[in-house]
């Protein structure tokens, strides 16, 4: 059981279900105060958001593993995954990706909206049969899966408004940029590793990590207006936009830095970094909603 756990990747998961249940939060649009915003949540839409979304993509986190067994194997952070190790068989982890795959996209439907559905099926597919295979071929799979990736809010918007507006894509935009600087420091850290396996990353393309680094200070400097928007249509307050601009600020300082110092160590600054901004970021979107 611990292994078919491991396939869905719970930590991965996790972050998704974050981004989903802001989506559904700023999809509530206006709700009033704290006592009329619960009346309105629907906990059992609410419910079947989350599941339906974590089923969604614990098994696109499955199927990603069983159609990269291969390359796992080759990769020392990846060869103890239940499939290279050989701990499951590919047959029993493909049905299971796609039981729960499934059971997400029914879930999604009966209990919440087609809408919210149909993004799920598209961000499943765009993961997997575009994204993944694109990584054995060009660094510019990683602008392709941060498509999928950046979706979640987009369907917990979904979810609860029953259509896409201007604050759902803004919400998809702040996800879509925050990962390109979060991935490209994993990649180098792991370049190594990638390299061996065949996947082309930008650092395994360019090993003197030059262009690594001036896309993560790109992205970083891009992201800081992006997450300012929130604050200038309404959706949060002056409290935000304070606490947006010097989280983007100390998120473009670990960019910096590793521009500056092209090392490992400075890369994992940028990973950690990145783990605290996104959590605090959306922390900052609920408290500071106004209204609420």
Do not use: C
Request: net charge positive; proline share 5%; charged share 15%.
């Amino acid at each position: 059981m611990r292994d078919y756990i491991e396939l869905t990747k719970p930590r991965i998961t996790w972050l998704i279900l974050m981004s989903t249940g802001i989506g559904y939060f700023f999809g509530l649009a206006g709700t009033g105060g704290w006592s009329q915003f619960l009346q309105h949540v629907g906990v059992l839409r609410l419910f079947n958001t989350m599941l339906g979304t974590g089923l969604i993509a614990s098994g696109t986190a499955a199927l990603n593993q069983w159609l990269e067994r291969e390359a796992d194997a080759r990769m020392r952070r990846t060869a103890d995954r239940p499939l290279p190790s050989g701990r499951l068989a590919s047959g029993p982890a493909l049905a299971f990706g796609v039981a729960l795959s499934v059971a997400g996209f029914a879930d999604l439907w009966a209990g919440v909206n087609p809408l919210a559905a149909w993004i799920g099926a598209f961000t499943l597919a765009s993961y997997l049969f575009f994204y993944t295979p694109l990584k054995q071929r060009t660094w510019w799979s990683t602008t392709i899966g941060a498509i999928p990736g950046a979706m979640p809010p987009v369907i917990g918007y979904a979810a609860a408004a029953g259509r896409l507006t201007a604050d759902s894509w803004v919400l998809f935009a702040i996800l879509f940029l925050w990962q390109f600087p979060h991935f490209y420091s994993i990649a180098w850290m792991y370049k190594e590793d990638y390299a061996r396996a065949g996947i082309r990353m930008l650092p395994v393309v360019e090993p003197d990590g030059r262009s690594t680094a001036r896309q993560i200070v790109l992205f970083g400097l891009a992201l800081i207006p992006v997450s300012l928007v929130p604050g200038m249509l309404g959706m949060s307050g002056r409290i935000y936009l304070a606490g947006a601009l010097l989280l983007g600020l100390w998120f473009l300082y670990a960019g910096v830095r590793v521009a500056r110092e092209r090392t490992v160590a400075r890369a994992r600054g940028v990973l950690l970094t990145s783990v605290v901004y996104l959590p605090f970021l959306y922390g900052l979107m609920l408290l500071d909603r106004p209204g609420l």
